[in-house]
């Protein structure tokens, strides 16, 4: 069923992505984060586990055992509201049927197993093709479709490694580090959902449907494009640059105050005389180590180190108001409690809370929505993360089965 045929269903609904029907056979962070960003942008999603307990994200432990005891671990519960649920065995033939028959009608498949499974499945691309030849369909894989390691399985930590982001991070003391949080996960999971997006709308235009090809290693070495261009223009390694900002600019790095550090972002001739009135240091421009932007480079840690001495009067929270409204670029380290803290944080709308009336938790639950805002229609969380299989009977309904089928279904653990 096409998209404005179903446009009916929610016509009080006006955003983006209102009467798109996405399937949703994705696991862990990467893909199903692309159709929760889909889903929050008004497409009806159905995310498909299989049966019992479902995805194996949903039992984590991180942060609180609490909510993975009770199948609705952080992790998942990030991904996973607007979504229905369905469970469904794909390794039995009434499984994979179910599938293509829900995927004839739908506008978009997210999938993320390792490259082939689908199509062992039966339930590739060439297959949901056959049933539905319009269809947009989303192959998210560790390494892409294509190349020797098409076949390898990967999570966040071995794409950071293995595409050389880790070589290029922490310092020549540490040696690699692994960022923090798992951003190739969710950047691949944003990456995704702009391609879903865009082939949404060449698909407008043509009346063609389209496969994507989208790896965890491509998306990462996307986000390193100005380190992977300057090296494959020049021949010359990234090194380490621990704190230092992407420029390497002499001032631009992080310091020590007289309590806690301050990082800056000094890249411009403004910015930089911007610092050194805030800090006093306005004689350095009649210097000719410091008069220049060139001879500044030649005598980075003489110039550091007159900053360091004035930057130790203050701490870092009284300094960062003042560099800013000098238009010098600076940013008090803080740690995630206290950005989460911050009036600017809270004032963007990036969570939506769901009270413990919609969830059965004792207090709110809040999960994190889209990186943008609309003037109007923007994306919105309606509903909480589900249980396994929530949504099977009405699903199953939807596509003309009755109690009885869905019983027999249920007996033999297709469902």
């Not at 269809?135 to 390494?143: E, G, K, L, R």
């Amino acid at each position: 069923m096409a998209a404005n045929q179903r446009a009916g269903d929610q016509a009080g609904d006006q955003r983006a992505f209102a009467g798109i029907k996405v399937l949703d056979l994705t696991r862990v962070l990467a893909g199903p984060f692309c159709a929760y960003q889909l889903a929050l942008l008004g497409a009806e999603v159905i995310k498909i586990e299989p049966p019992g307990r479902g995805e194996t994200v949903r039992w984590r432990t991180e942060s609180d055992p609490s909510f993975g005891q009770q199948g609705l671990s952080l992790g998942f519960m990030t991904q996973s509201s607007n979504k229905r649920f369905l469970a469904l065995d794909l390794n039995k033939p009434e499984g994979r049927d179910i599938f293509l028959k829900l995927a004839a009608e739908c506008d978009v498949v997210v999938q993320n197993l390792r490259s082939g499974s689908a199509e062992k499945r039966g339930i590739g691309y060439e297959a949901v093709k056959a049933v539905n030849p319009e269809v947009v369909f989303m192959s998210i894989t560790a390494y892409g479709n294509t190349g020797p390691k098409q076949s390898h399985p990967a999570y966040d930590s071995v794409i950071q490694a293995w595409s050389g982001f880790m070589s290029v991070t922490g310092t020549k003391e540490s040696g690699p580090l692994k960022a923090g949080p798992p951003i190739i996960d969710y950047s691949t999971g944003l990456a995704a959902a702009y391609a879903v997006s865009a082939a949404l709308y060449q698909k407008q235009r043509t009346g063609k449907g389209q496969y994507i090809d989208l790896s965890m290693l491509d998306t990462n070495i996307i986000l390193m494009a100005s380190v992977v261009t300057a090296y494959m223009n020049t021949g010359a390694a990234p090194k380490q640059g621990g704190n230092d900002a992407a420029s390497r600019s002499p001032a631009s790095t992080t310091f020590n105050t007289a309590d806690g550090l301050i990082a800056f972002a000094i890249n411009e001739e403004h910015q930089h005389q911007g610092l050194l009135k805030t800090l006093g240091l306005t004689g350095l421009n009649d210097d000719p180590r410091f008069a220049t932007s060139p001879a500044r480079r030649d005598n980075i840690p003489a110039l550091r180190a007159l900053m360091q001495e004035k930057l130790m009067t203050k701490t870092a929270a009284e300094w960062e108001p003042l560099f800013n409204k000098a238009g010098a670029p600076a940013g008090r380290v803080r740690t995630i409690p206290e950005c989460m803290a911050e009036v600017q944080t809270e004032s963007r709308g990036l969570f939506h809370s769901f009270p413990p009336s919609a969830t059965g938790f004792v207090k709110d639950l809040k999960v994190p929505l889209s990186p943008f805002t609309y003037a109007h229609d923007g994306p919105r969380a309606d509903t909480p993360p589900r249980s396994v299989g929530a949504d099977s009977d009405a699903i199953l309904g939807e596509l003309g089965y009755d109690a009885k089928a869905i019983a027999a279904l249920r007996a033999q653990r297709v469902i």
